[in-house]
C-alpha cells in the first residue's frame, strides 16, 4: 500500500493497455512508454504489462505505508527513497513509512512506479489503465489525487533480488538524426495527397511538441503541411501513432488515450516501436521523423523484444546469484 | 463491385479497408458481414468497422502482408450483406444557443438558415453505422448531404456529452466530454456508455436514431 503525498496532477494507473472494446469506441489507454513500464515490472517479477502509475508532472512524493519492493523506470532524474538518491530503472525494497520523491526528470519526461505484483486495482474490460475520457478503469476512473491510497499485489519483503538496475531504452535503442531525437515513420492513405515540398519539409525538418500535447495527443509546430486539394475523409478506426493533419497543417500525433477513430487526413504513423521514445519526448523538446517501411516497422518490434530478452537475462543472472542481506 | 477497395497501413499495428463508391448502407451492410468473419483469423486482434471502411488490428502483425491483402480482398468479394435491424432510439434536441456553439459556421457555410437546418437534421432515421471515437459514440448513416460541413480547422479542446454535432457528410452525438472538430449545432440527453455492463455499449449498428426537435435557439 502507497499513499500519495504530492498533489500532482495528472499521475495515473497504466498497464500495457485495453484491447478488444475498439468496437465500443473505446481506446487502448496505457503506458505512454510501454518499455518502460516492460521493464519496471520484470525488474519485480511481475507480468510485463503489469499495472503502474505513470507519473507526467513532478516532483510527486508517496508514502510507502507498508514495506513493499517497487522500481523506477522511465525518464531519468532525481529520485531519493528518505533522501538516499536512487539511480534510474532501479529495482528497491521500501520499508514501512518510506517516502519515495521523485524530482524533475533530466531527460525524458514520464516516469513509471512499478509495485510488487504490479499496482492492485480492478480490471474493466480486461484493463487497469485509466480511461479518463470514460472516467473508468485504473484508480476510479481518474487521475491521482493527493491522500489517494493505492495498494500492490504483493506488498512486503521481496523473494527476488533487489537494489540493482538494468541499461535503459533510451541507451540501448538510441536514435537520432541530426543530433535530434527520431521517430521512424510509415507513411498512410493520404501521405500522397500532401503537396510535394510539404512532404520533403516534414521528413527535413525539426518539429516542436508544443504545450498543447498530453495522453491524447501531441500537437506539433513545423512548416504547415498543405495538402494539394482540401480532404474529408470518412470516420475510420485509428491506432496510436497516427500523425492527423487537420486543415490547419500543423500536425496532430494520437498518443495513447486517443480517440480509436477519427477522419481528419493521415500523413503516416509513428510505428509501434517507437512510440515510447515519443512518451518521453519533453514538451517544447524537438524531434525529427525518419521515413521507414512496414518490413523496418516489423524489424524495429524484433529490436525492442531483443533488448527486453537481454534485460530479462540479466535480471535472471541477479536472480540465481547469492542473496546478501536480510 | 466494380470499384477495387482501398488497403492502407496504420504504421506496423493495422491496416485500413476503405470500400468503394458513395457513403451508403449498401457497403455498410456487406463490411459488418466481413469484420464478423475477418475477426476470426489468427493474426487479427479486432475488426473495428468505421463509416464504409474497416480497421483490423494485428494481434501479430504479419510478415507476408500481400497474402493478407489477397484474403482480404477475396472475402469482400464473396461477402453478402449482413442486414441488422435493431431498435429505434428517438432523441430531443434543443438546436443552437450556448449547446450549439457552431451552429452559425453551419448556417453560412451551407447557406440555409437555423430553422432549415434543424428540419432537415431531424427528418431521416439514421442507421447507426459503427461505434467510435470514445466509449458509447455513434457513427450515423444518413445525413441530408445539404448539411455537410466541413470539420472544423482547429479541433476544440472540450465539448460536453450530448453534444450533437455534423462533421463533413456525418453526423453524430458525444456521449462523453472531450475534444472534437465537429461543428456542435446543439444538444440532446442520453447515457450511451456504461463500463460495468456487457455489451458496455448501449447502442450498437443496426440501431437507429431519430432526432426530435425539442427547441430551437434562434
Known amino acids: ?326 | 463491385m466494380s470499384e477495387q477497395p482501398v488497403i492502407s497501413l496504420l504504421g506496423s499495428s493495422a491496416l485500413l479497408f476503405e470500400a468503394p463508391g458513395a457513403l451508403a448502407l449498401a457497403p455498410q451492410q456487406h463490411l459488418w458481414s466481413l469484420a464478423l468473419q475477418v475477426a476470426q483469423w489468427p493474426e487479427i486482434d479486432e475488426a473495428v468497422p468505421g463509416m464504409n471502411n474497416l480497421m483490423l488490428t494485428f494481434r501479430t502483425p504479419p510478415r507476408d502482408l500481400a497474402g493478407l491483402r489477397e484474403r482480404l480482398l477475396q472475402a469482400w468479394q464473396q461477402s453478402t450483406p449482413l442486414a441488422l435491424e435493431g431498435r429505434i432510439i428517438e432523441l430531443p434536441v434543443v438546436y443552437g444557443g450556448e449547446h450549439g456553439p457552431h451552429l452559425q459556421d453551419v448556417v453560412e457555410h451551407t447557406g440555409l438558415d437555423i430553422d432549415t437546418i434543424a428540419h432537415l437534421h431531424s427528418e431521416p432515421l439514421y442507421p447507426v453505422y459503427a461505434l467510435g471515437s470514445h466509449p458509447g459514440y455513434c457513427y450515423l448513416g444518413g445525413m441530408d448531404g445539404r448539411l455537410a460541413t466541413p470539420r472544423r480547422q482547429v479541433p476544440v479542446l472540450n465539448i460536453g456529452a450530448g453534444a450533437v454535432s455534423i462533421g463533413g457528410v456525418q453526423t453524430g452525438v458525444s456521449a462523453s466530454a472531450g475534444p472534437s472538430g465537429w461543428n456542435t449545432i446543439g444538444r440532446t440527453e442520453m447515457a450511451f456508455f456504461d463500463p460495468q455492463q456487457n455489451p458496455p455499449a448501449i447502442l450498437r449498428p443496426g440501431d437507429q436514431i431519430r432526432f426530435r426537435i425539442e427547441r430551437i435557439i434562434r
Open chain 1, 1 to 326: 500500500m502507497i499513499e500519495i503525498i504530492s498533489a500532482t496532477a495528472l499521475a495515473t494507473v497504466q498497464d500495457a493497455g485495453r484491447s478488444g472494446s475498439l468496437g465500443y469506441g473505446v481506446g487502448t489507454s496505457g503506458a505512454m512508454d510501454h518499455l518502460a513500464l516492460a521493464i519496471g515490472n520484470l525488474l519485480l517479477g511481475n507480468p510485463e504489462g503489469a499495472a503502474a502509475i505513470e507519473i507526467p508532472l513532478f516532483p510527486f512524493e508517496v508514502r510507502f505505508v507498508q514495506d513493499c519492493a517497487f522500481a523506477v523506470t522511465g525518464a531519468a532524474g532525481e529520485a531519493t527513497l528518505d533522501g538516499q538518491p536512487l539511480l534510474p530503472f532501479w529495482v528497491l525494497q521500501a520499508r514501512e513509512g518510506q517516502v519515495l520523491s521523485v524530482g524533475y526528470p533530466t531527460s525524458g519526461s514520464r516516469v513509471y512506479l512499478c509495485l510488487a505484483g504490479g499496482v492492485d486495482v480492478p480490471p474493466v474490460l480486461g484493463s487497469r489503465s485509466t480511461q479518463l475520457r470514460g472516467e473508468f478503469g485504473g484508480f476510479e476512473g481518474r487521475a491521482l489525487q493527493q491522500g489517494d491510497r493505492l495498494a500492490a499485489a504483493r506488498p512486503g519483503l521481496s523473494e527476488g533480488p533487489v537494489d540493482f538496475g538494468v541499461i535503459s531504452p533510451s541507451q540501448a535503442l538510441a536514435l537520432h538524426c541530426d543530433g535530434v531525437p527520431a521517430m521512424r515513420v510509415l507513411p498512410a492513405a493520404e501521405y500522397e495527397c500532401f503537396v510535394e515540398d510539404s512532404r520533403n519539409a516534414f521528413w527535413a525538418d525539426d518539429w516542436k511538441i508544443t504545450g498543447q500535447s498530453n495522453r491524447y495527443g501531441y500537437r506539433l509546430e513545423g512548416t504547415p503541411i498543405l495538402p494539394s486539394a482540401p480532404m474529408e475523409i470518412r470516420s475510420h478506426g485509428i491506432v496510436p501513432g497516427v500523425i492527423q493533419v487537420p486543415h490547419g497543417g500543423q500536425p496532430i500525433i494520437q498518443m495513447r488515450d486517443a480517440q480509436p477513430s477519427g477522419g481528419y487526413p493521415k500523413f503516416g504513423t509513428v510505428i509501434e516501436a517507437d512510440l515510447w521514445r515519443l512518451g518521453q519526448a519533453p514538451v517544447g523538446s524537438k524531434v525529427r521523423f525518419i521515413q521507414c517501411s512496414y518490413p523496418e516497422a516489423l524489424d524495429a518490434l524484433d529490436d525492442n523484444r531483443r533488448y527486453l530478452e537481454q534485460v530479462a537475462r540479466l535480471i535472471d543472472l541477479h536472480r540465481m546469484a547469492p542473496r546478501q542481506g536480510h
